[in-house]
């Protein structure tokens, strides 16, 4: 006969298996199995789906666990998944939603070309890699020569409940901008509309011109003679908002050259999506995430 251990561990070549012997949340659980490793560490494997309760795919940390189910690691497979991706970083993964830190350069979603490796593209095989079934929906976008937090859902209910309550959902856009010149003012509001030429260019004016009324708050945290870092807050969410709106208070974002910057000494436009917070589609708790600004943008206003 098979003696059921406290907590037994059965190990195979990439994979740890745990038994439950009494009720408790799986992170305590997982933190008392893995010694070794640290809270934070935990939390990432639990957030990327590295972990299983019976078979199935766990990333609740607050989990409840009974006595006699199997808890498993999956050690190397969410770090195999990963590695696949190119220019996206995943912050938090759950089942209604899935947040990522894109990199500069990497196309959002769209692209004629069906071989181009967009973070929406990259992101629909990495979910189908667990479940053929499974997709993601684009909730947001950002340029491509932005980087930063984005949003994806992993279900068409969730996608059209954020869209449809985009404004009242979300609570936090908080961008950083790397500009040109030095700002005097330590913090100002932008107010104007919005219109887009056929040429695809955002024009800014300061009457309703039947475009889009946006508004942008932006507060200065460091600067030099040549350049700025602002931290700005969105109130509206309008097509190339900040890079117009830049553009309208006379400091440009570095390397903006469709919005009036003559410099690029980054190699990227200067704007990083930092922080977005939003009620969970799910739960209806605020949830906040964040992306670290790149140490280029920060060097710079030094």
């Known amino acids: 006969m098979k003696k059921n251990h406290k907590n037994s561990a059965s190990r195979k070549?990439?994979?740890?298996?745990?038994?439950?012997?009494?009720?408790?949340?799986l992170l305590p659980f997982l933190l008392e199995m893995m010694s070794k490793s640290s809270r934070n560490s935990m939390k990432s494997i639990l957030t990327r789906g590295q972990v299983t309760v019976n078979g199935k795919m766990v990333t609740q940390h607050n989990h409840p666990l009974q006595a006699g189910q199997h808890v498993e690691i999956l050690k190397n497979r969410a770090a195999m998944k990963e590695e696949t991706l190119v220019g996206v970083t995943i912050l938090h993964e759950d089942d209604d939603i899935i947040v990522i830190n894109k990199e500069a350069g990497l196309l959002s979603v769209a692209s004629k070309n069906p071989e181009d490796m967009t973070a929406y593209r990259q992101l629909m095989d990495y979910v189908k890699e667990t479940n053929p079934r499974n997709r993601v929906y684009v909730v947001h976008r950002l340029d491509r020569d932005t980087s930063g937090v984005m949003l994806f859902a992993k279900n068409e209910e969730v996608k059209n409940g954020l869209q449809a309550?985009?404004?009242?959902?979300?609570?936090?856009?908080?961008?950083?901008?790397?500009?040109?010149?030095?700002?005097?003012?330590?913090?100002?509001?932008?107010?104007?509309?919005?219109?887009?030429?056929?040429?695809f260019k955002v024009y800014s004016n300061p009457t309703d011109n039947g475009g889009q009324h946006a508004v942008t708050h932006y507060k200065k945290l460091q600067s030099n003679s040549n350049y700025s870092l602002l931290e700005v807050q969105l109130e509206t969410g309008r097509k190339n908002q900040i890079r117009v709106h830049m553009e309208d208070i006379g400091h440009p974002i570095v390397g903006d050259?469709?919005?009036?910057?003559?410099?690029?000494?980054?190699?990227?436009?200067?704007?990083?999506?930092?922080?977005?917070?939003?009620?969970?589609?799910?739960?209806?708790?605020?949830?906040?995430?964040?992306?670290?600004?790149?140490?280029?943008?920060?060097?710079?206003?030094?």
């Open 165 to 199: 309550a985009w404004n009242e959902v979300v609570k936090e856009r908080t961008y950083t901008a790397l500009v040109e010149g030095a700002v005097r003012k330590k913090e100002g509001t932008i107010s104007s509309w919005l219109k887009e030429s056929k040429t």
């Open 257 to 302: 050259k469709k919005y009036g910057s003559s410099v690029n000494p980054i190699k990227r436009i200067g704007l990083h999506a930092t922080a977005l917070a939003l009620l969970h589609p799910r739960t209806g708790e605020l949830v906040r995430f964040k992306a670290d600004v790149p140490s280029s943008l920060i060097s710079k206003s030094k």
């Open 13 to 25: 070549e990439d994979t740890s298996v745990y038994t439950v012997k009494e009720p408790m949340e």
